[in-house]
């Protein structure tokens, strides 16, 4: 039998679907499958499919007939198209024309948006999921709106994150000590500073720890466009946050926390989450989207938008040591539950075997 031969298509490539693509080449490369990662020049340099034994395609991230043209060339041999990302699948459907070329298609996240644009979005969604003949979605809700939007086979298809290797750097007690949170609480969140991650939320729950004695400290990691209104926000309420930005240390930070706090309007199997429960974080985090399905009864869920509820979770966990315990146990046993890389790898070798016969 000849050699598979497939081409990964990433997009902008988000952190999750970029780690997912490179942890999912190296593993199709181990098992004799013919792998191209076609992605924009900067993500091999952040992070180096070409080091998995992938051949690596730049292709900018547009839609012109440059860049379709060179998608177009990459595909033109390959057994099994796989698209992460709606912009992606739909790139990668102009690329493959009307060849006999089987797409499938990773929905990794949804996108948010409203008026006109939500229109528009749904329009991609539909384009995308409609021209996959396999449609690979990350959590339960995914696959329902996918099936929703035309799919014709929209299948469960949980991605593992890697597991973070934490750098050689300073003990729990140093970052403790250099953020200021020695002899208070340290609670940390992390993701881009949009609106979706619902840190204007945060916000609202730190203005009542406030009331707390100690006050605990809330140290947020990540960068994003609404930077300067949290900032703004902080500092007229004079609430106990820390805008951090981004961290090459954010594992460890994360691991030194006493609780971590998942805000979000929507997640699908956040990467935060995993390193919360992984590391035994006590994790409080919005009931919403993948969140119940991936953390089962080993982190604390709150509703989306309720601030009051959130803070009044946290408090509930600062002041009772036996509940932090018994997450701190449930976490790395829920984690233990998870599919492994190899999994993953294994259930998509198997779907592109599947396309490939037939």
Do not use: N
């Not at 749904?122 to 035309?150: I, N």
């Not at 916000?203 to 140290?219: G, I, K, N, Q």
Request: include cysteine; charged fraction near 20%.
């Amino acid at each position: 039998m000849s050699q598979l031969r497939t081409v990964q298509v990433l997009g902008g490539g988000s952190a999750g679907s970029s780690a997912h693509a490179g942890s999912l080449a190296a593993g199709l490369v181990a098992r004799g499958v013919r792998v191209t990662v076609c992605a924009p020049a900067a993500l091999d340099r952040t992070h180096d499919f070409s080091g998995t034994g992938a051949d690596f395609a730049p292709v900018p991230r547009r839609s012109d007939p440059a860049a379709v043209a060179a998608l177009r060339a990459a595909c033109s041999r390959a057994d099994v198209v796989h698209a992460h990302g709606l912009h992606a699948a739909v790139r990668a459907a102009l690329a493959i024309g009307g060849r006999p070329v089987p797409l499938v298609v990773t929905w990794h996240t949804r996108a948010h948006a409203e008026g006109a644009r939500r229109r528009l979005l749904h329009l991609l969604e539909r384009r995308a999921v409609r021209a996959a003949a396999v449609v690979l979605a990350t959590s339960s809700d995914l696959v329902d709106r996918a099936r929703v939007r035309g799919a014709r086979d929209a299948r469960l298809a949980p991605v593992a994150a890697p597991a973070p290797r934490l750098p050689a750097g300073p003990p729990a007690d140093k970052l403790r000590a250099e953020l200021g949170a020695v002899g208070r609480p340290l609670i940390v969140a992390q993701g881009s500073l949009v609106p979706h991650h619902g840190y204007g939320t945060l916000l609202d729950a730190a203005a009542l720890w406030r009331l707390l004695d100690p006050v605990p400290l809330v140290a947020v990691v990540g960068e994003g466009r609404d930077r300067a209104a949290l900032r703004r926000r902080i500092t007229a309420e004079e609430l106990p946050v820390e805008l951090l930005g981004d961290r090459p240390d954010a594992a460890a930070l994360l691991a030194a926390a006493d609780i971590a706090v998942l805000p979000s309007r929507w997640e699908s199997r956040s990467t935060v989450a995993q390193r919360a429960l992984r590391s035994g974080v006590p994790l409080v985090a919005t009931a919403v989207g993948g969140t119940p399905e991936l953390v089962g009864d080993a982190a604390v869920l709150v509703p989306y938008g309720d601030g009051e509820a959130l803070a009044r979770e946290v408090a509930r966990l600062l002041v009772d040591p036996v509940a932090r315990d018994r997450l701190a146990v449930a976490g790395p046993r829920q984690a233990a539950s998870w599919p492994t890389e190899d999994d993953t790898v294994a259930q998509v070798l198997s779907v592109y075997d599947e396309l490939a016969v037939g």
